[in-house]
């Protein structure tokens, strides 16, 4: 009976923090994921911490331009924009 109340213990604990590591990757994953648009102007909305990837040719061959919202400020949310590395294969849409 003892052995039985343990497994259960067990099991309990296992799925009690099962849950909350998955949601701190999914948390961690999430931000990692940007949009891909083709111009800058596309680009309306961007909020603090959002990212966006911009193919407009800018940037040197194997590189994309990552445009990400830094900074609050008193007129809206700053723009930075930097060259980083391209993943993956280029898709045509």
């Known amino acids: 009976m003892r052995e039985a109340n343990l497994a259960i213990m067990k099991a309990v604990t296992a799925t009690t923090l099962a849950l909350p590591a998955g949601l701190i990757l999914w948390l961690l994953a999430s931000p990692a994921a940007a949009e891909t648009v083709m111009n800058e102007r596309n680009i309306v909305d961007l909020r603090l911490g959002q ?3 911009v193919d407009d040719g800018s940037c040197p061959a194997g590189q994309i331009k990552e445009m990400s919202g ?11 924009r930097k060259c980083i590395p391209r993943l993956g294969a280029k898709q045509k849409r």
């Open 70 to 80: 830094s900074q609050m400020t008193t007129s809206g949310v700053l723009r930075t």
């Open 51 to 53: 990212r966006v990837l």
